[in-house]
């Protein structure tokens, strides 16, 4: 039977239309950075005040890869039908974009295009908006960053020492990337972060609003870590420090688009003159098979988050992520971007010094030592709205961690961030030993302010006794310069009249080492502590406050 005309015209349009499918997210890379309005040598066009002073101060020179992406291009793209971009990377070169997949070969057939990758299905972003807080300095009122239920947990990597010591995290910024802040907005256990003006700007790059109190209260967890506080209830580890929050990981899916949804993040942290970022996220697999991570890709170099990290630590910020939640399961191991270098990988440790059993372990698969450190990840005690509950993971381990960083940098700004990554590092409990469980050990804010004392020449490595007087802690750090064949020193407590009190006999591991001793055994006054190592003698006058 001869095929009708009317079949045959709609079979032509047919051919001729073109094919359409699914709308999904694609990052397009741009094959250079032309046409662009900003040059590197007026940086403060693109960067703030602040993140220039951290460059400047930290050595570190502007590159072409500060330079924001072409905006002639960015307009070129924008100028297509169905088309919109949403957020850029001038690192990576590129633009997220929500498209249909038909318009995929018209956008690869541009000149000025270098390839594009899915990195998640199905439309999410919508209109931008304009978010965030201005910054007003305030200043706090507190008479006590003391919290009986937070007590133990701050104690187990010294920052009630830090606090005693006056750092609280003032005049520090801190980036916190995780699923969604919810209800902190209406918890009294941030109501300082409010009142005193300390959230300096927000972002949600999941759907592109600046609404970062909703999609999930897993973030507000973690910020409870850091910045939560009640006086003489609860006390994070750094509750005084400026914050930023950023929603990069979508809790209703998993695709590579949280990869880059980090590195907009982590660039607009930067721009912004961000000291610390901690971020309880990671990635090895997701909802597309074809996206996934091997363990041979967790080297450092090869994920795109982990790329990212490298990337934003070259910046001079300090990066603070969780190691990962797999160790009782067949992945077992560390999730990007742990695996970078540069950067503080936290695992979880137990209140017994045991690596808690759900902590992801190392190492990378090129060898090296993961996780870096460890703080106490197991029953970690978070408030959420109202309530103090507990919670398990390098999740709170890893905001802990980036609270004391914060406190030791603002107690030595003259340092770099891998300075005081290093500091944190050697000073650990098991640094003469790390291994793949519990990495370089547990850190300790009065180990490695002493030792930082020490090294920067702050206090002379002769004999000393460090705090002297002692403050209201009563652990007191010995140092030497001269080590016997053997290491082991005789220390004894004599009052002003020589009556003997105590003595002890320890171990010396260096010069750098310091002999730490507890002596709230003594009561407030004036004493004689003597020092022998070998055919080494020493006396020193010890004050106790």
């Not at 929050?245 to 942290?269: G, H, K, M, P, R």
């Not at 009065?446 to 009563?474: H, L, M, Q």
């Amino acid at each position: 039977m001869a095929m009708s005309k009317y079949v045959i015209c709609f079979f032509i349009l047919f051919l001729t239309f073109p094919s359409f499918g699914e709308v999904n997210r694609y990052m397009v890379f741009f094959t250079d950075k032309n046409d662009n309005a900003f040059n590197i040598n007026n940086p403060e066009q693109f960067l703030s005040k602040r993140a220039l002073d951290r460059r400047a101060n930290q050595n570190i020179k502007i590159s072409i890869n500060d330079l924001p992406v072409s905006d002639v291009y960015v307009s070129s793209l924008n100028n297509l039908d169905d088309l919109d971009v949403y957020f850029s990377t001038k690192w990576m070169n590129g633009v997220l974009v929500e498209i249909d997949e038909g318009k995929i070969e018209e956008i690869n057939a541009l000149p000025y295009v270098a390839n594009v990758v899915l990195v998640a299905h199905g439309s999410k972003l919508g209109s931008m908006q304009n978010g965030g807080r201005k910054y007003k300095e305030a200043k706090s009122d507190f008479e006590s960053f003391d919290g009986v239920e937070t007590k133990e947990q701050n104690e187990f990597i010294g920052v009630d020492d830090m606090h005693s010591s006056g750092y609280h995290g003032e005049d520090m910024l801190i980036a916190i990337f995780d699923s969604g802040f919810g209800y902190i907005n209406e918890s009294s256990f941030f109501t300082h972060v409010f009142e005193q003006n300390k959230l300096l700007s927000s972002k949600d790059f999941i759907r592109g609003s600046d609404n970062v109190f909703q999609y999930d209260v897993h973030g507000s967890k973690v910020l409870s870590c850091i910045s939560g506080f009640k006086e003489g209830v609860y006390s994070g580890t750094a509750p005084e420090a400026n914050i930023v929050l950023c929603v990069t990981e979508d809790i209703q899916s998993e695709f590579s688009i949280e990869e880059y949804n980090w590195l907009f993040a982590a660039e607009f942290a930067d721009s912004i003159g961000v000291d610390v970022i901690n971020s309880s996220v990671g990635y090895s697999y997701f909802d597309d098979d074809r996206m996934n991570y091997t363990y041979e890709d967790l080297d450092g170099r090869t994920t795109v988050i982990a790329k990212a990290a490298n990337i934003v630590a070259s910046k001079g910020i300090l990066v603070v992520c969780s190691n990962g939640n797999e160790g009782n399961n067949s992945w077992q191991y560390l999730n990007s971007p742990a695996d970078a270098d540069s950067i503080l990988a936290v695992g979880a440790a137990t209140f017994d010094l045991d690596r808690a059993n759900f902590s992801s372990f190392g190492p990378t698969s090129d060898g090296r030592i993961k996780p870096d450190i460890s703080a106490l990840g197991s029953w970690v005690k978070i408030a959420l709205q109202e309530e103090i509950t507990y919670a398990n993971g390098t999740s709170f381990s890893a905001p802990m961690v980036a609270g004391l960083a914060a406190g030791l940098w603002q107690a030595f700004p003259e340092l770099t961030s891998q300075e005081v990554i290093q500091y944190l590092k050697m000073t650990s409990s098991q640094s003469d030993a790390p291994d793949t469980l519990l990495g370089y050990g547990i850190p300790n804010f009065r180990r490695a302010y002493n030792r930082i004392k020490v090294t920067e020449g702050e206090v002379s490595n002769k004999y000393v006794v460090f705090p002297n007087p002692v403050d209201n802690r009563r652990i007191i750090s010995f140092y030497v310069d001269t080590l016997a064949d053997d290491k082991r020193a005789n220390i004894n407590f004599y009052d002003l009249k020589g009556s003997y009190i105590m003595g002890e006999t320890l171990t010396v591991k260096s010069e750098l080492d310091p002999i730490e001793i507890d002596v709230s055994f003594l009561k407030p006054g004036s004493y004689i502590l003597t020092y022998k190592n070998g055919q080494l003698e020493k006396k020193l006058k010890l004050v106790v406050l």
